[in-house]
C-alpha cells in the first residue's frame, strides 16, 4: 500500500503562486507514475501534471507553461510549483500514485484563487 497526504493549499489572489506537496508513504518504490489532478467546483476530476519513476512529466494543456510537477526521491514527495494562478484553477487538488496493480490517492488540497 501507498499513503499520500497532500500540503501547501490555500487561498490566493490571480497571478500569484502556491506550492502543493506530496508527501508518500509505503511501498514507495513501487510507485511508476505520481502527479496531481484536480475537481473544480461542479466538475469531473482532470489529470493535472504526472511525472514518472524515470524522471519524465506530462501536464495538461491548461497549465503548460504555469505549473511545474518535480519529484525529490529522497524524501518521497512530489510538488506541484503553481504559478500565475487563475480563478478557474481553483479545484481540490488530488495527489495520486500509480503502481502495477493499483492506484492510490490522497485526501486532497483546496486551492482557491480570487479574482
Known amino acids: 500500500q501507498v499513503q499520500l497526504v497532500e500540503s501547501g493549499g490555500g487561498l490566493v489572489q490571480a497571478g500569484g503562486s502556491l506550492r502543493l506537496s506530496c508527501s508518500a508513504s509505503g511501498s514507495t518504490r513501487s510507485i511508476n507514475t505520481i502527479g496531481w489532478s484536480r475537481q473544480p467546483p461542479g466538475k469531473t476530476r482532470e489529470l493535472v501534471a504526472a511525472?514518472?519513476?524515470?524522471?519524465?512529466?506530462n501536464y495538461a494543456d491548461s497549465v503548460k507553461g504555469r505549473f511545474t510537477i518535480s519529484r525529490d526521491n529522497a524524501k518521497n514527495t512530489v510538488y506541484l510549483q503553481m504559478n500565475s494562478l487563475k480563478p478557474e484553477d481553483t479545484a481540490v487538488y488530488y495527489c495520486?500514485?500509480?503502481?502495477?496493480?493499483?492506484?492510490?490517492w490522497g485526501q486532497g488540497t483546496q486551492a482557491t484563487v480570487s479574482s
Open positions: 511525472i514518472t519513476s524515470g524522471g519524465s512529466t
Open positions: 495520486n500514485a500509480k503502481l502495477s496493480w493499483n492506484t492510490y
